[in-house]
């Protein structure tokens, strides 16, 4: 949606030569619905008025009645049109309100002589390069979805492989194993009464869950040794949640409709499994990973036509806005000095050149 202060700047650079009334066909001339017939809804022809503002006319000489704005629906539609295609109903009567308040509130504005101040010269200077900016940026976004076939055709070959989609069985194994803190031990006293033992010496817990991690290692190698004998996948993932002391309900196990895209990174690999084939045993941060693949079927370029041609559309609109996305030479005497973090380089990336000021001190 268009921001609301590119609305409100295009509502005031609107001419007020609309100020003419356009005559309304008197009631009598209007064909009558008999009683058997269903009223037509009502028509607005493009020459009707949609908006009619009271008090506020272009010739100064008129007065009372005979001065007002009248705007017909061919104008307003164009004015929508211009700020925002296919606006909705709602929409369009906030846009007539706004415009109708602005109608009036310019009309004061101008007997005061306010167009005739500096300040309005460098803010209607600096409206039209905002409007002309968002022109331009719509003017991009139209060209760049003009993708042509053979493109996308060509695209798709190049990346078939991102187009396999596949039903998998997905076995999840927690990364640590939960271990309870042992109970302190007891031992009988005089007369029988139990009386504390001896404090044994605490367990490191660094040493403690490195046991846990390498417990749940062992699991998962397990694990993917039995699915790859084939044993239920369901089963071994119950067991699973099992051994790392989990009394919660594991996981289901069967995906379906995956694609690379919906992969992490590093498990995407299992799209190119055989079917029944079993993966690996994927590491993650959040544990242990084990993939079998039941099916798979590539997408026919039909289905993902769409798809490749929102991602070629995305792609062209970078690449044609990149030439505007130089930052400005700012002079730090005057604007004060900007101490960003380095961003971490793109692979290959050569290291950037270093600015006044990077060499001060962080903090």
Known sequence: MIRKWFVFILLGTLAYGQAASVPVPPASTQPAATATEKPAEPQVAPTDPVITVQGVCADASKTGDSCKTVITKEQ?????NSLQPNMTLPVRRQ???????????TAEAEKRGLDKRSQFDETLRFARMQILSQQLTRDLQEDSQKVPDADIEKYYKENAGAYDEATLLRIFIPKSKQIPPPEPAVRAGKG???KPAVKEKPIDPAAREKAAQEAMTKVAADLRARAVNGEDVEKLQKEAFVSAGLKSSAPPTKMDKVRQTTLPRSHKSVIDLKPGEVSAVIDDPSGHYIYKLVSKQTLSLDAVKPEIRNTMSSQ????AMQPFQASPDLNQAYFGEIKNPALPLRPGQPPSKPTQGDDDDPD
């Open 76 to 80: 307003f539609e164009k004015l929508a």
């Open 95 to 105: 846009l007539a309100t706004a415009y109708a308040r602005m109608l009036v509130m």
């Open 192 to 194: 029988g009464a139990a």
């Open 316 to 319: 062209r609109y970078r690449d």
